[in-house]
């Protein structure tokens, strides 16, 4: 599929937001969905707690609400009784066990959204012990800046290493935490005051995609660029030059945004979050752009492949996951009009489409 790279077709665009061009791209979650509610990356693959709660986010706005509900489910039967979870599972049983900080937060993501979209204080009420003790435990992960490390390992121990995409990550968790403990009439004072400090901590963070480097010594993640303008760490104008100003470095123009600076290799889901990104500080229109780049990914059965090298124009790795479907399900959904994952962020602009 070509795709411009200088206009927005606004017929093709709304094109690939109907139901119709999204519905083989949910129902390709949807199949390998386990009986027991988790759904793996790949069919019979690895569950990962976070990309989990995006393909379940993903089904739910796409109206397959019994599956999302049921995938929420399996993640509060399998909570460990200090709130956390363990990085990943297959076949039903835990395979790594260290714990990683925005991975366990990021229920709180999930549940928020479930309520935009079905107004059920319900089910909110059921998951909310999960929530808290979730939050709670990632609460127990913090540094000395009031910064979340990245995770604990199998014995325990905190990794003293706090990442910007990570943090970023679990501010928005506990945000939307926030919102429901205030329908649940309860008061997370304490939860507000931590989510103020880690603000903070976020933005005195190094950026590794504006420092010099040396040789082949290049790190850096595209995550780390756009996260904090996606969560609303920043905002406004201090979001949208955090994206342009380093836009040339990430941007393979007309494909996509690259995952990491050390090679050119564009993925569907890291361009996805970047759509989002954009839309959630107004930029709508460039939005709709970097979305419609997605779609050279777009395999004929709806599924999107990881990523795309370049120069080589070669598909790598050749694997379709549900969790990269999930990311342009939910691109889609906040280009359309106050749709919940649209009013799930603190946009600051009218959808256009």
């Known amino acids: 599929m070509s795709i411009s790279s200088s206009t927005l077709d606004a017929f093709e665009a709304k094109n690939q937001l109907s139901r119709q061009f999204l519905s083989p791209t949910l129902e390709g979650i949807v199949s390998v969905q386990e009986q027991g509610g988790a759904v793996p990356e790949l069919e019979g693959g690895i569950v990962e707690p976070w990309t989990h709660v995006e393909c379940a986010m993903a089904i739910d706005a796409g109206n397959f609400r019994d599956e999302a509900e049921k995938a929420y489910e399996w993640l509060a039967n399998v909570q460990l009784a200090d709130g956390s979870w363990y990085a990943n599972y297959r076949n039903g049983r835990p395979k790594d066990m260290y714990k990683v900080s925005h991975a366990i937060s990021y229920i709180a993501v999930g549940i928020w959204h479930h309520y935009l979209i079905n107004n059920d204080v319900r089910f909110v009420d059921r998951m909310w012990p999960c929530i808290r003790s979730a939050i709670?435990?990632?609460?127990?992960?913090?540094?000395?800046?009031?910064?979340?490390?990245?995770?604990?390992?199998?014995?325990?121990?905190?990794?003293?290493?706090?990442?910007?995409?990570?943090?970023?990550?679990?501010?928005?968790?506990?945000?939307?935490?926030?919102?429901?403990?205030?329908?649940?009439?309860?008061?997370?004072?304490?939860?507000?005051?931590?989510?103020?400090?880690?603000?903070?901590?976020?933005?005195?963070?190094?950026?590794?995609?504006?420092?010099?480097?040396?040789?082949?010594?290049?790190?850096?993640?595209?995550?780390?660029?756009?996260?904090?303008?996606?969560?609303?760490?920043?905002?406004?104008?201090?979001?949208?030059?955090?994206?342009?100003?380093?836009?040339?470095k990430f941007i393979v123009h007309g494909k996509g945004s690259v995952c990491n600076l050390e090679k050119q290799w564009v993925t569907a889901a890291e361009t996805s979050e970047l759509a989002i990104s954009l839309a959630v500080h107004g930029e709508y229109r460039q939005?709709?752009?970097?979305?419609?780049?997605?779609?050279?990914?777009?395999?004929?059965?709806?599924?999107?492949?990881?990523?795309?090298?370049?120069?080589?124009?070669?598909?790598?790795?050749?694997?379709?996951?549900?969790?990269?479907?999930?990311?342009?399900?939910?691109?889609?959904?906040?280009?359309n009009r106050e749709s919940a994952t649209n009013l799930l962020f603190d946009h600051h602009g009218v959808a256009l489409l």
């Not at 127990?140 to 009031?146: A, D, E, K, Q």
């Not at 990570?166 to 968790?173: P, T, V």
């Not at 752009?289 to 997605?294: A, G, K």
Request: charged residues 20%; glycine residues 6%; aromatic residues 14%.
């Open 136 to 248: 709670d435990y990632i609460l127990g992960m913090r540094g000395p800046n009031g910064e979340i490390y990245w995770a604990r390992d199998v014995g325990g121990a905190l990794y003293p290493s706090a990442q910007i995409a990570s943090c970023s990550s679990s501010y928005l968790s506990i945000r939307c935490a926030l919102k429901m403990a205030e329908l649940m009439g309860e008061d997370r004072r304490d939860w507000r005051e931590a989510n103020e400090v880690l603000r903070s901590a976020i933005l005195k963070m190094p950026l590794p995609y504006v420092a010099k480097y040396e040789g082949d010594s290049l790190s850096a993640f595209a995550m780390d660029w756009y996260y904090p303008a996606l969560c609303s760490v920043i905002n406004g104008r201090e979001a949208i030059s955090r994206i342009y100003d380093s836009w040339d």
């Open 287 to 335: 939005a709709a752009t970097v979305y419609n780049w997605i779609h050279h990914l777009r395999d004929e059965d709806g599924a999107y492949w990881y990523g795309m090298a370049y120069p080589e124009n070669e598909i790598w790795p050749l694997e379709k996951p549900t969790w990269t479907a999930a990311a342009v399900v939910l691109a889609a959904d906040m280009l």
